[in-house]
């Protein structure tokens, strides 16, 4: 399957450095050997897109310029700077591995110890490893995948057994004796931009004439991934209580969606408190996509003068504090609309 692995080890590893080399992104975490920097970028550029996660990634290095200060952040703080990122548990798991961190003295420096840190699996570890401490680690995203699978024309699913333990080995293999840190920067920079998802640039990419997937005509068809997601719809309602400039939220508690989050009054499912609450309907069906569950929410609005009997989680603040906390993208355009009346 992968026959032509040997003779192109090197050329392989060689032309992508020299593609780095002009081609290669300017990333503020690329600058520092700071483990600290280079653990936060690469765990808000987990289901992040580079442009969204560069001015977070920004916020965070300016409110808790090191991993002392954000250990020493509640979670609460955490999960507000965090807003809009969502997989909320990313947050959560970050300000405890800040927290491991400094009861640790400082960062590991080996990818087994790094695996230990919460929220860190193999790829970030190897990544981390690489950036900060030079360590001979291959890192393994996305972009990886796709260009070993393309390249070398494997399609084994990615997202098996087999497939993880394939393409890792490869990997290593392929990592070159000097200079491995620019090595795993080249291979996802070179994914992220040219040997890209949809529509990639093989007339410009320099490894064209040795391509496994250009020449048997696979590049769209490559990498594999098995299907195994079954994607469920959840009904949601909620009712946003307004009552003399304050209003009612409540967190959410573990073992659900948006863990520790903040919303509304939700009655989606409580029918009873819904007919006792009414309101005036917003926006009904709205689709919000998760990784698991698509969620169809309906948005009511209710204006009154006297306070309603609430259950005991939820808590009276006033409307204009509601900055101070973090809520879930979903509520967020509830906000949004609630606005235009």
């Given at each position: 399957?992968?026959?032509?692995?040997?003779?192109?080890?090197?050329?392989?590893?060689?032309?992508?450095?020299?593609?780095?080399?002009?081609?290669?992104?300017?990333?503020?975490?690329?600058?520092?050997?700071?483990?600290?920097?280079i653990?936060?970028?690469?765990?808000?550029?987990?289901?992040?897109?580079?442009?969204?996660?560069?001015?977070?990634w920004?916020?965070?290095?300016?409110?808790?310029?090191?991993?002392?200060?954000?250990?020493?952040?509640?979670?609460?703080?955490?999960?507000?700077?965090?807003?809009?990122?969502?997989?909320?548990?990313?947050?959560?798991?970050?300000?405890?591995?800040?927290?491991?961190?400094?009861?640790?003295?400082?960062?590991?420096?080996?990818?087994?110890?790094?695996?230990?840190?919460?929220g860190?699996?193999d790829?970030?570890?190897?990544?981390?490893?690489?950036?900060?401490?030079?360590?001979?680690?291959?890192?393994?995203?996305g972009?990886?995948?796709?260009?070993?699978s393309?390249?070398?024309?494997?399609d084994?699913?990615?997202?098996?057994?087999?497939?993880?333990?394939?393409?890792?080995?490869?990997?290593?293999?392929?990592?070159?004796?000097?200079?491995?840190?620019?090595?795993?920067?080249?291979?996802?920079?070179?994914g992220?931009?040219?040997?890209?998802?949809?529509?990639?640039?093989?007339?410009?990419?320099?490894l064209?004439?040795?391509?496994?997937?250009?020449?048997?005509?696979?590049?769209?068809?490559?990498?594999?991934?098995?299907?195994?997601?079954?994607?469920?719809?959840?009904?949601?309602?909620?009712?946003?209580?307004?009552?003399?400039?304050?209003?009612?939220i409540?967190?959410?508690?573990?073992?659900?969606?948006?863990?520790?989050l903040?919303?509304?009054?939700?009655?989606?499912?409580?029918e009873?408190?819904?007919?006792?609450?009414?309101?005036?309907?917003?926006?009904?069906?709205?689709?919000?996509v998760?990784?698991?569950?698509?969620?169809?929410?309906?948005?009511?609005l209710?204006?009154?003068?006297?306070?309603?009997?609430?259950?005991?989680?939820?808590?009276?603040?006033?409307?204009?504090?509601?900055?101070?906390?973090?809520?879930?993208r979903?509520?967020?355009?509830?906000?949004?609309?609630?606005?235009?009346?």
């Amino acid at each position: 399957m992968i026959e032509n692995k040997a003779k192109t080890t090197e050329p392989f590893a060689t032309t992508l450095l020299r593609w780095f080399a002009v081609n290669g992104r300017e990333l503020p975490w690329r600058a520092t050997h700071d483990p600290y920097p280079i653990w936060l970028s690469e765990i808000i550029l987990q289901q992040t897109r580079i442009d969204q996660g560069r001015d977070y990634w920004q916020r965070f290095i300016e409110r808790w310029p090191t991993v002392g200060d954000l250990a020493a952040a509640s979670e609460e703080q955490v999960l507000r700077q965090w807003q809009g990122l969502g997989y909320y548990s990313r947050a959560r798991n970050l300000h405890h591995a800040a927290r491991q961190v400094v009861a640790m003295g400082g960062f590991p420096q080996t990818v087994e110890g790094l695996r230990k840190l919460k929220g860190v699996g193999d790829y970030t570890a190897a990544a981390i490893a690489s950036f900060a401490f030079g360590a001979r680690a291959a890192v393994v995203d996305g972009n990886v995948y796709r260009v070993l699978s393309r390249y070398f024309g494997i399609d084994t699913p990615i997202n098996t057994t087999e497939g993880k333990h394939l393409f890792a080995e490869l990997a290593t293999e392929l990592l070159p004796h000097d200079h491995c840190d620019d090595y795993n920067q080249a291979i996802m920079d070179f994914g992220a931009t040219l040997c890209t998802p949809v529509a990639p640039q093989c007339l410009q990419c320099p490894l064209h004439d040795s391509c496994e997937a250009l020449a048997s005509g696979r590049v769209t068809t490559l990498p594999v991934k098995q299907r195994t997601l079954v994607v469920k719809t959840r009904h949601l309602a909620y009712v946003y209580v307004r009552c003399q400039g304050q209003t009612a939220i409540h967190q959410r508690q573990p073992g659900d969606i948006w863990q520790g989050l903040w919303e509304p009054v939700n009655v989606s499912d409580d029918e009873a408190l819904a007919l006792r609450l009414g309101g005036r309907l917003l926006r009904q069906g709205v689709k919000h996509v998760l990784t698991h569950r698509i969620l169809m929410a309906d948005f009511y609005l209710l204006e009154t003068d006297e306070r309603p009997t609430l259950p005991d989680d939820y808590i009276w603040i006033d409307e204009d504090r509601l900055d101070d906390y973090a809520i879930p993208r979903l509520i967020e355009r509830l906000l949004e609309w609630r606005d235009e009346h």
